[in-house]
Nanobody, 124 residues
């Protein structure tokens, strides 16, 4: 059974940094693309970043370009989202997702497996 477990969320002030982690179990981590999405109250789930199975190719939402970085560690079956210069509009529940076909796209429908999410709140 595939499971994705996010951690690292919390409350931070504008301008702070935060690193989210997502541990993937029960699947072929090395062969999958991983993505991060977020959903704020009243909004649809939106794409944040994705990383190809090769670990080198990434895709980024224009809303987080230059502030967020996605990486993966195959030895730990973990994908990370390093967030810096956080803004109040980054407040959302953040979800990691896995695409067994490694398309690393921005469309949520491409991802077969999802975590439960971790809350990130940016407020002064």
């Amino acid at each position: 059974q595939v499971q994705l477990l996010e951690s690292g969320g919390g409350w931070v002030q504008p301008g702070d940094s935060l690193r989210l982690s997502c541990v993937v179990s029960g699947g072929t981590f090395s062969g999958w693309a991983l993505g991060w999405f977020r959903q704020a109250p009243g909004n649809e789930r939106e794409f944040v970043m994705a990383i190809h199975k090769n670990g080198a190719s990434t895709r980024t939402s224009g809303k987080v370009t230059g502030r967020f970085t996605i990486t993966r560690d195959s030895a730990k079956n973990t994908v990370y989202l390093q967030m810096s210069r956080l803004k109040p509009e980054d407040t959302a529940v953040y979800y990691c997702a896995a695409d067994p076909q490694s398309r690393y796209g921005g469309d949520p429908s491409l991802y077969e497996y999802w975590g439960q999410g971790t809350q990130v709140t940016v407020s002064s």
